[in-house]
């Protein structure tokens, strides 16, 4: 098997699971939407300053914003990422098959390695 179709995939598995954790995460009330996806090295060189490897170039990875809606029904970006909501995501991720970057302090990023 070439690389390429390796990787195809592992991406096309990475899509499934990252849906099943969205349906998931929407059931119990954590909103996500989608951020960073695909990430070229380019970009990587304009965030980071130099190039590092990254499953977001290969569509193995992506980044969520989540929000919750309040007991006064407005929605509310969670940016902490030591919120509650944001622990029980990545413990899903994981249950699904996913690596969180929670270990290192990117806890809205998950990834299929
Ligand atoms: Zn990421």
Redesign the pocket.
Known sequence: MSEYLWNTKKAILFSYLASRLEIWAYEKGYLLTR??AK?TQTIQKEIYGEMRP?L?EWCR???YTLFIINSEGRYVWIKDGNHPAWKKIADKAEELGLKS?RKWD?I????LG
């Open positions: 951020g960073w990430r990254t977001h990875a992506q980044d970057g990117d809205n990023h998950v990834e």
